[in-house]
């Protein structure tokens, strides 16, 4: 009797536990569970099939994550949202135009990209993280209005120099008036697909190759660590890994089995091995001395000042980091596309990335390559559905245009107020106590 | 009033100088051109009255310390809806524009309550927080220009759903403040054209310039400015921080509405749609070229400010074309200077350590 009652106690505790537990959760998630639901309601009604969807959101996965990775290292040296990710891929363009002027195919004119973009996206980083230094405190707004300020520069250059000025010849690639780049620039002669046709596995085999370097990984950790007493939390977090993936390898198994539209998506390997080494080298920096000066950096300029860290020094590295990273992220983007428009492939770069950070959950300052690719699924989800959605619901595809671009600046303001305000409070009790 | 003049020359430090000496050298070469250098000048006017009272926006918010208001839109949003409830009720001439005024002043209130609401929240963060909300704003009006219950047919789409892109205001009050007591000097047909004064449209922009000088002199204009100042002062003398914003917030968001019917009426079309979102650039990018900072601004500073850069915006179209074929250098032009001028004067406000 007595044993009854203390066991009905313990359960009701454990209960009150958990739903502590799971307001806190849902309180800290509410931005990216908004938006889970969100997304989920306007697929029901764009009354898109699955197969499609999955295809045309892997699509965007392996275009997009690129220039979201970009954000988070100037996030953690305590910079903010980098909007300034445009100069990046600037650089990334000025390397593709000059390639696609001297027509070089494939992979070799994409390496050429890439090495042309890095001394562009050095200097154009080196300047932004002194523009940055000197706007401590405003730093996004600052990179925000430098985004818009590099886009003028960027037309002088581009649309009233170059033929005129600056001497090129192309009748492909130059207006009829033989001054300024075209408005779009087909890039079919030169990187077009590069990355993408490399290797490509349909998307039941590639779910089965990921599951399976998944369970490695896993095992070769806990190999490693055998010695090691493991924490409670990495060993719940590896079986949780390990179970995921088991239900993605008897998925695929069953898929493959079957004449599944599924089949059919084709997964480009080299894409997306190119944003797991993205990820891997962010984890691997943090690690490194660096990666723990820029973290205390952004704890706490002070701090990091008074123990002989050249926090200036350790910013701008942060920002030619992200900078490179947003070049080499755009120039992946636009061999996928295969067109560039001259004038405005660069210019939403910046909010895109950065709405979809946030709604991964990531603030202004935390984030994380899991929220990032999170927010690229929930975003490209909403940007997906929302016109389809729009029209199904309202009858007017716009309204859902108009919609999607709503919710990227919405939740751009709403998690930069949150964030303002959060920090007020935490200011005004550290005043009273 | 000599030390006025004075300090007047002695604020113009290095941008403004180089504002000041590159538009004099475009307005020399428009006359060398052959352009007609009065009718530049007529349009420079026009323009100073039709865009002073937005960038005039800017004293109040800047003064009582929330610094930029990038959030301008948010106020543009509310004058769009009092000049389309003006046409909808079928009213023309002077009292259109009256009913216009009538109808976006207190709604510019109450957003601008809320507005100053959030602000009061953010503070530090101000100017990022408003710039979203403004560009939020802006895109979440673009769904309500579709599916707000306006039915005149001057507004909407003949066929679908929805109000029009632009709107045209003739027949309604286009020009009604620029063509009110105008007078030209000079012969329009001449080769540097004809001076024509907008006397009802600098006599609007005046008046409400000299209603802000009052307010400012007034009680709260100084409580406003106290807080503004130095918000520790202002809580140690009793004074409510947070009010003295609010009161900064809502005048400047009432004003953006004002102003954007004085801009709708002299260019004789409204722009609906994604047309607000970079007005709240344009209007902070001519306050800092008149010489304020994120922290300072003057009345004298709007109408400078509103002069040299809309002048810059005016001259620079006709002799581009005539210098360069091709490209689009005005507005390459406007985008580089009004950016610059905002980044200057944020790596201005130090932070620098």
Same mark, same amino acid.
């Given at each position: 009797m007595?044993?009854?009652?203390?066991?009905?106690?313990?359960?009701?505790?454990?209960?009150?536990?958990?739903?502590?537990?799971?307001?806190?959760?849902?309180?800290?998630?509410?931005?990216?569970?908004?938006?889970?639901?969100?997304?989920?309601?306007?697929?029901?009604?764009?009354?898109?099939?699955?197969?499609?969807?999955?295809?045309?959101?892997?699509?965007?996965?392996?275009?997009?994550?690129?220039?979201?990775?970009?954000?988070?290292?100037?996030v953690?040296?305590?910079?903010?949202?980098?909007?300034?990710?445009?100069?990046?891929?600037?650089?990334g363009?000025?390397?593709?135009?000059?390639?696609?002027?001297?027509?070089?195919?494939?992979?070799?004119?994409?390496?050429?990209?890439?090495?042309?973009?890095?001394?562009l996206?050095?200097?154009?980083?080196?300047?932004?993280?002194?523009?940055?230094?000197?706007?401590?405190?405003?730093e996004?707004?600052?990179?925000?209005?430098?985004?818009?300020?590099?886009?003028?520069?960027?037309?002088?250059?581009?649309?009233?120099?170059?033929g005129?000025?600056?001497?090129?010849q192309?009748?492909v690639?130059?207006?009829?008036?033989?001054?300024?780049?075209?408005?779009?620039?087909?890039?079919?002669?030169?990187?077009?697909?590069?990355?993408?046709?490399?290797?490509?596995?349909?998307?039941?085999?590639?779910?089965?190759?990921?599951?399976?370097?998944?369970?490695?990984?896993?095992?070769?950790?806990?190999?490693?660590?055998?010695?090691?007493?493991?924490?409670?939390?990495?060993?719940?977090?590896?079986l949780?890994?390990?179970?995921?993936?088991?239900?993605?390898?008897?998925?695929?198994?069953?898929?493959?089995?079957?004449?599944?539209?599924?089949?059919?998506?084709?997964?480009?390997?080299?894409?997306?091995?190119?944003?797991?080494?993205?990820?891997?080298?962010?984890?691997?920096?943090?690690?490194?001395?660096?990666?723990?000066?820029?973290?205390?950096v952004?704890?706490?300029?002070?701090?990091?000042?008074?123990?002989?860290?050249?926090?200036?020094?350790?910013?701008?590295?942060?920002?030619?980091?992200?900078?490179?990273?947003?070049?080499?992220?755009?120039?992946?983007?636009?061999?996928?596309?295969?067109?560039?428009?001259?004038?405005?492939?660069?210019?939403?770069?910046?909010?895109?990335?950065?709405?979809?950070?946030?709604?991964?959950?990531?603030?202004?300052?935390?984030?994380?390559?899991?929220?990032?690719?999170?927010?690229?699924?929930?975003?490209?989800?909403?940007?997906?559905?929302?016109p389809?959605?729009?029209?199904?619901?309202?009858?007017?595809?716009?309204?859902?245009?108009?919609?999607?671009?709503?919710?990227?600046y919405?939740?751009?303001?709403?998690?930069?107020?949150?964030?303002?305000?959060?920090?007020?409070?935490?200011?005004?009790?550290?005043?009273?106590? | 009033?000599?030390?006025?003049?004075k300090?007047?020359?002695?604020?113009?430090?290095?941008?403004?100088?180089?504002?000041?000496?590159?538009?004099?050298?475009?307005?020399?070469?428009?006359?060398?051109?052959?352009?007609?250098?009065?009718?530049?000048?007529?349009?420079?006017?026009?323009r100073?009255?039709?865009?002073?009272?937005l960038?005039?926006?800017?004293?109040?918010?800047?003064v009582?310390?929330?610094?930029?208001?990038?959030?301008l839109?948010?106020?543009?949003?509310?004058?769009?809806?009092?000049?389309?409830?003006?046409?909808?009720?079928?009213l023309?001439?002077?009292?259109?524009?009256?009913?216009?005024?009538?109808?976006?002043?207190?709604?510019?209130?109450?957003?601008?309550?809320?507005?100053?609401?959030?602000?009061?929240?953010?503070?530090?963060?101000?100017?990022?927080?408003?710039?979203?909300?403004?560009?939020?704003?802006?895109?979440?009006?673009?769904?309500g220009?579709?599916?707000?219950?306006?039915?005149?047919?001057?507004?909407v789409?003949?066929?679908?759903?929805?109000?029009?892109?632009?709107?045209?205001?003739?027949?309604?009050?286009?020009?009604?403040l620029?063509?009110?007591?105008?007078?030209?000097?000079?012969?329009?047909g001449s080769?540097?054209?004809?001076?024509?004064?907008?006397?009802?449209?600098?006599?609007?922009?005046?008046?409400?310039?000299?209603?802000?000088?009052?307010?400012?002199r007034?009680?709260?204009g100084?409580?406003?400015?106290?807080?503004?100042?130095?918000?520790?002062?202002?809580?140690?003398?009793?004074?409510?921080?947070?009010?003295?914003?609010?009161?900064?917030?809502?005048l400047?968001?009432?004003?953006?509405?004002?102003?954007?019917?004085?801009?709708?009426?002299?260019?004789?079309?409204?722009?609906?749609?994604?047309?607000?979102?970079?007005?709240?650039f344009?209007?902070?990018?001519?306050?800092?070229?008149?010489? !304020?900072?994120?922290?300072?601004?003057? /009345? +004298? %500073?709007? &109408? #400078?400010?509103?002069? *040299?850069? @809309?002048?810059?915006?005016?001259?620079?179209?006709?002799?581009?074309?005539?210098?360069?074929q091709?490209?689009?250098? !005005?507005?390459?032009?406007?985008?580089? /200077? +009004? %950016?610059? &001028? #905002?980044?200057?004067? *944020?790596? @201005?406000?130090?932070?620098?350590?």
């Amino acid at each position: 009797m007595q044993n009854q009652k203390n066991d009905k106690k313990e359960l009701d505790i454990d209960l009150l536990e958990i739903s502590e537990v799971v307001k806190k959760f849902l309180v800290a998630n509410m931005v990216t569970m908004v938006f889970a639901i969100l997304g989920i309601v306007g697929f029901m009604f764009s009354g898109l099939s699955l197969p499609f969807f999955v295809s045309e959101l892997l699509i965007r996965m392996t275009r997009n994550s690129f220039l979201v990775l970009a954000l988070i290292i100037p996030v953690l040296a305590g910079m903010g949202l980098n909007f300034a990710i445009v100069l990046g891929a600037m650089a990334g363009q000025v390397a593709v135009i000059a390639v696609t002027h001297w027509e070089i195919p494939g992979v070799w004119g994409l390496l050429l990209c890439m090495a042309l973009s890095v001394p562009l996206a050095l200097v154009f980083g080196y300047l932004t993280g002194k523009l940055l230094n000197k706007t401590k405190g405003k730093e996004m707004i600052a990179s925000l209005i430098l985004a818009f300020f590099a886009n003028g520069i960027y037309q002088l250059f581009f649309l009233v120099l170059l033929g005129g000025v600056i001497p090129m010849q192309n009748e492909v690639m130059i207006l009829s008036g033989g001054v300024g780049l075209r408005v779009s620039i087909n890039l079919a002669t030169s990187i077009k697909d590069a990355a993408d046709h490399i290797w490509r596995l349909s998307l039941p085999w590639s779910a089965l190759s990921f599951s399976a370097l998944t369970v490695m990984y896993v095992g070769i950790r806990r190999y490693l660590n055998r010695a090691k007493k493991m924490e409670e939390r990495t060993i719940r977090k590896h079986l949780v890994y390990v179970a995921l993936v088991s239900i993605l390898a008897l998925w695929s198994l069953y898929i493959m089995n079957t004449d599944s539209m599924f089949n059919n998506i084709r997964i480009p390997i080299v894409t997306v091995i190119a944003i797991i080494v993205v990820c891997i080298f962010t984890t691997f920096i943090l690690k490194t001395k660096l990666g723990q000066d820029l973290k205390t950096v952004g704890q706490d300029r002070h701090i990091a000042t008074a123990s002989g860290i050249d926090a200036n020094r350790i910013r701008i590295i942060a920002i030619i980091i992200s900078t490179i990273l947003a070049a080499w992220g755009q120039i992946f983007f636009l061999q996928k596309m295969g067109i560039l428009l001259t004038y405005g492939a660069h210019a939403q770069v910046g909010l895109f990335a950065v709405a979809a950070l946030l709604i991964g959950g990531a603030s202004v300052s935390k984030a994380t390559i899991g929220q990032a690719i999170l927010g690229v699924v929930l975003f490209h989800t909403i940007f997906i559905v929302s016109p389809l959605a729009g029209k199904n619901i309202f009858g007017d595809a716009q309204l859902g245009e108009f919609f999607r671009a709503f919710v990227a600046y919405g939740v751009v303001g709403l998690s930069l107020a949150m964030h303002a305000w959060g920090k007020q409070i935490q200011a005004g009790n550290s005043l009273k106590s | 009033m000599i030390t006025r003049i004075k300090d007047l020359f002695t604020d113009f430090d290095l941008p403004r100088l180089l504002i000041v000496a590159f538009l004099s050298t475009l307005l020399v070469l428009a006359f060398f051109l052959g352009l007609p250098v009065l009718g530049l000048l007529t349009d420079m006017l026009n323009r100073l009255g039709m865009f002073g009272v937005l960038v005039l926006a800017m004293v109040p918010a800047i003064v009582a310390g929330v610094g930029l208001n990038f959030g301008l839109p948010l106020g543009i949003l509310c004058g769009l809806i009092g000049g389309l409830v003006s046409i909808e009720l079928d009213l023309s001439g002077g009292w259109a524009f009256a009913a216009a005024i009538a109808v976006a002043v207190p709604l510019a209130t109450l957003v601008g309550l809320g507005y100053g609401w959030l602000l009061n929240r953010v503070k530090g963060s101000e100017m990022m927080v408003a710039t979203y909300v403004g560009f939020a704003g802006v895109s979440l009006m673009c769904i309500g220009w579709i599916m707000l219950p306006f039915r005149s047919l001057e507004m909407v789409w003949p066929i679908g759903k929805g109000l029009r892109v632009t709107i045209a205001l003739s027949g309604r009050y286009e020009r009604v403040l620029n063509d009110f007591w105008d007078f030209t000097i000079g012969d329009p047909g001449s080769s540097t054209g004809a001076l024509t004064i907008p006397t009802g449209l600098l006599l609007f922009f005046g008046a409400m310039c000299l209603l802000m000088w009052l307010f400012l002199r007034s009680r709260m204009g100084i409580q406003m400015k106290t807080v503004g100042d130095n918000p520790k002062f202002a809580v140690t003398s009793g004074m409510n921080v947070n009010r003295g914003r609010m009161i900064g917030t809502i005048l400047s968001t009432v004003l953006a509405a004002v102003g954007i019917l004085a801009f709708n009426q002299g260019f004789g079309f409204i722009q609906l749609y994604t047309a607000p979102m970079f007005m709240g650039f344009t209007a902070v990018a001519a306050i800092l070229i008149g010489g !304020a900072t994120v922290k300072k601004a003057s /009345i +004298s %500073n709007a &109408i #400078i400010g509103t002069f *040299l850069f @809309q002048g810059l915006l005016v001259v620079s179209l006709p002799v581009a074309n005539q210098i360069m074929q091709g490209g689009n250098l !005005a507005e390459i032009s406007r985008i580089i /200077i +009004s %950016n610059g &001028i #905002i980044l200057y004067a *944020l790596s @201005q406000v130090g932070g620098g350590e």
